[in-house]
């Protein structure tokens, strides 16, 4: 009987031990995206600091970018093989070796583009972690409070995030980021204290073929920022590489058939494309207000966070409009809308800068809006079973998708033949230019709602 009682006994503290995690890994989870956000606003000021071109600075957003991507397939697979409570320490190690690396080699940017994708290896494991940790551990009748959670965490985070890099940036210096990320230190104790232990298992990690999908969009990346063909035939080759191995490899963490689903594929370029255009107006904003109205980076940032809060807002409605209108119409009036707010900017670019506060709000308030009914349309194309992987290479290929939105956009704004209006709207040379590519995201925004359209919406019910 005693045996029996202390068992019970055992089993109660370790389910309040699991409910007391919780708010621990939801708070790193928290940090981790907060800290990446901020690092997203300071690009004007470190362009500056090292006298560089937008192109140059934006190696430290888009190769983190995909570490991002990579590092949340890598680390739902470690968590088969190792126990959560090991890889949430292992990422805070790399958070702050590579947080302390960037501070005390702040007067190279080759050394802090270094240490950013080694923080960025750490923060990485937050986000897939939290989702793991509660899918593992809470009741399944709680599992979507706590992952409703995440979502609230994420534009939350967005907002904290652009604040904290544009006050601190303006007001110390852009390389104090770095030393505010050591406060993930202060979770490790209540990490060891609160996860419990797990018995590690035999697991695969597929090391090639992340290793293959890391080259071919790092090549892809080059290539768009240098235009050089010898990034294109690594690209070509590293790409050919990958499907050879996924065919051949029963092992690999993605399968050939999904390659082989039309359907699935095509949502996949649809999203690869639109994407491209989300971090690539985010990342224009800051040097576009600067340069056009010469705002300093807190003003700016306080500018975002109307934009932000329509997000959040929209977002949490989604779900229940998605359910009334169907994701086809969902999806075609959040593309439409996000060519409306690109054309705002573009066309009153001198205007006023509450033009660009309105546009923000639009912009960031449609893709809210897509992002559920997009990946829904995405899911129900695969077998049940395969759910988990196809989400995995979603995420994936958006954060690819977004490096890429950052680099087309860096590698236009140095093209000193976009300093002429195309439509004669201004004389002046920021302006025109920014107007310009503005244009120019509008019709990669078309270009994403005819390919929806033509493969996808006209045969959706």
């Not at 570490?67 to 320490?89: M, P």
């Not at 950013?116 to 750490?122: E, K, V």
Request: net charge positive; with cysteine.
């Amino acid at each position: 009987m005693s045996t029996i009682t202390t068992e019970v006994r055992m089993k109660k503290v370790q389910e309040f031990n699991i409910k007391k995690a919780v708010p621990v890994t939801l708070l790193l989870f928290l940090l981790c995206l907060i800290i990446d956000n901020s690092f997203k606003i300071v690009s004007v000021d470190m362009a500056k600091d090292f006298h560089i071109s937008a192109t140059a600075v934006s190696w430290q957003s888009t190769l983190t970018g995909l570490v991002i991507g990579i590092g949340a397939v890598v680390y739902a697979a470690l968590a088969d093989s190792i126990s959560i409570r090991k890889l949430f320490i292992a990422g805070i190690i790399l958070i702050c070796t590579g947080s302390v690396l960037g501070y005390l080699f702040q007067h190279s940017y080759l050394l802090v583009v270094i240490s950013r994708i080694i923080q960025t290896t750490g923060l990485a494991s937050a986000e897939t972690l939290y989702v793991i940790f509660i899918s593992k551990h809470m009741p399944a009748n709680e599992q979507k409070k706590f992952l409703g959670l995440s979502t609230s965490g994420f534009a939350l985070s967005q907002l904290i995030g652009t604040l904290t890099g544009g006050y601190v940036s303006t007001y110390f210096h852009w390389t104090s980021l770095f030393l505010i990320s050591l406060v993930t230190l202060f979770t490790i104790p209540f990490i060891l204290k609160y996860l419990p232990k797990e018995e590690g298992k035999n697991s695969h990690v597929d090391v090639l073929g992340f290793f293959l999908v890391g080259t071919f969009s790092a090549a892809l990346l080059l290539y768009i920022t240098d235009f050089n063909w010898i990034y294109l035939i690594l690209f070509l080759v590293a790409v050919t590489l990958f499907l050879v191995f996924i065919s051949k490899n029963s092992k690999a963490f993605i399968g050939i058939s999904f390659f082989k689903n039309v359907q699935f594929i095509s949502l996949l370029g649809v999203a690869f494309v639109i994407y491209s255009v989300q971090l690539a107006y985010i990342f224009l904003f800051p040097f576009l207000l600067e340069k056009v109205f010469g705002l300093k980076l807190d003003t700016i940032s306080l500018l975002m966070i109307p934009g932000f809060i329509g997000a959040t807002i929209v977002g949490a409605l989604s779900g229940k409009i998605a359910k009334h209108l169907g994701s086809k119409q969902c999806i075609t009036m959040s593309m439409s809308c996000i060519v409306v707010s690109l054309l705002l900017g573009a066309l009153f670019i001198q205007t006023s800068v509450f033009i660009f506060v309105i546009s923000m709000v639009l912009f960031s308030s449609s893709f809210a809006f897509m992002y559920a009914p997009l990946i829904d349309s995405c899911i129900r194309t695969i077998e049940k079973e395969k759910t988990g992987t196809a989400v995995g290479f979603y995420n994936l290929t958006l954060s690819i998708g977004m490096s890429i939105g950052i680099a087309y956009t860096a590698a236009m704004m140095d093209h000193s033949s976009l300093g002429t209006s195309f439509l004669g709207i201004t004389n002046n040379l920021n302006a025109s230019m920014y107007s310009n590519i503005l244009f120019i995201l509008v019709l990669i925004s078309l270009l994403s709602l005819s390919l929806y359209w033509v493969l996808v919406g006209r045969k959706a019910k």
